[in-house]
């Protein structure tokens, strides 16, 4: 026998193999420094862009009004309707007109009609702009909720904050630029889709189905190993990012990898922000009374308010707030009072915080539901869905306030004077923001897709 030649024993081997996966990890290790000095130098995708032209909106919140809100019973005063009321409408089968148990008023300059059910929102009449023709393409809740949020109900596309972020990035690196507060039903309606996975939205809090509509107070969990410091957190992420960066290299091309590399920096960052900004207890007891925290009806929407005015306060581009369950069958003027009730005070307190704190002129709200609301009575006391014709409204972020825009026939069925579908609506939100929605694509399987198709009309005339 050779008395150079060596077999080593099955435990031998086993501990030379573990140290040869120990040395290559550690080899790994000792280049990620370099890595992490490229990767910052790289531009972020979430770096502040420029926007196609001049923009007066710099972020948006969009108060999401899950289900169908009667815009027969809040923003689209209809007397001929409460005059007919009883009498057989002639549209579905022998069904009756049915009018508004509520009263309406005009408030403001503007003298706009708004319902007795938004007693505070209707003090600031005169910065909303009523879209009172709006329509949809379908009247049931998951296809149109889909085209509310992503402009398409036939196939998962990016959601209007994935575009917004997309196209403008963010200003604070330290924070998601698209966050959704409590969000809406469906992942896919603050998804990205196809563009890289950064540009989703963050959810704060459960799902409204798993809260069963339940808006308390929202949380962002998981952000940070209480069992790690920061230091071995660094470490761990270096690592992991040195081999997803293997497989872009190897690949050459791969958005979803880039984004989750991208996700797992921004995680790490908003450690030192996102809990500061989710303690509300540094807020005046004034600005909590302003939102209706101090009162059991307002608690819930009004904390989402007030965390949604810091946010944008902070850098963020785009904030979804969703209050759900407005669905209005049967029991309507009890049910529409319990949802208004809910969010009258605390939308309007968001306004006036934005005003009070000269945000409000380059901050866009929208408020939107899914569809409307038929004016002929389901049941007894209810209404069924109506995508032909509802009312949305958009305040701030350079609109025109105190004004209507659009309208439905004289009993609110559908709608008849500079109709709006979703895809304007939305190609007049980038438009405020800068954004030519025309312009704004991005190349996938071949194709150039953007928010509204090919389809889409800026709204010009309600822009100030």
Known sequence: MNSHSFTPSRRQALKSLSTGFAYSAFAGLSTLQSQSARASAAISPLAPKEPHFPATAKRVIFLCMEGGPSHLDTFDYKPRLNKDSGSVAGLSGEAKWLGSPFEFQQHGQSGLPISELYPHLAQHADDLCLVNGMHTDLPSHPQAFAQLHTGNFQFVRPSLGAWSLYGLGTENQNLPGFITINPPTGANNYGAAFLPAIYQGTPIGSSLRQRRYDTSAAS?????????????????????????????????????????????????????????????????????????????ATAKFGRQCLLARRFAEAGVRFIEITHGSWDQHRNLEQALRDNTGATDKPIAGLLADLKQRDMLKDTLIIWSGEFGRTPYAQGEDGRDHNNKGFS?????????????????????????????????????????????????????????????????????????
């Open 392 to 464: 949305a409204w958009m305040a701030g972020g350079g609109v025109r306030g105190g004004m209507r825009y659009g309208a439905t026939d004289e009993h609110g069925y559908q709608a008849v004077e500079n109709k709006t579908h979703i895809h304007d609506l939305h190609a007049t939100m980038l438009h405020l923001m800068g954004l030519d929605h025309t312009r704004l694509t991005y190349n996938y399987a071949g194709r150039d897709f953007r928010l509204t198709d090919v389809y889409g009309e800026v709204m010009k005339d309600v822009i100030a």
């Open 220 to 296: 962002m969990p998981n952000i940070q190993n209480s069992k790690l410091s920061q230091e071995q957190q660094r470490l761990q992420l270096d690592f992991i990012r040195s081999l997803n960066q293997g497989k872009i290299d190897k690949e050459v091309h791969n958005p979803q990898v880039e984004g989750v590399i991208e996700s797992f920096e921004l995680a790490f960052r908003m450690q030192s922000e996102i809990p500061d900004l989710l303690d509300i207890e540094s807020e005046s007891q004034a600005t909590k009374n302003l939102y209706g925290i101090d009162s059991e």
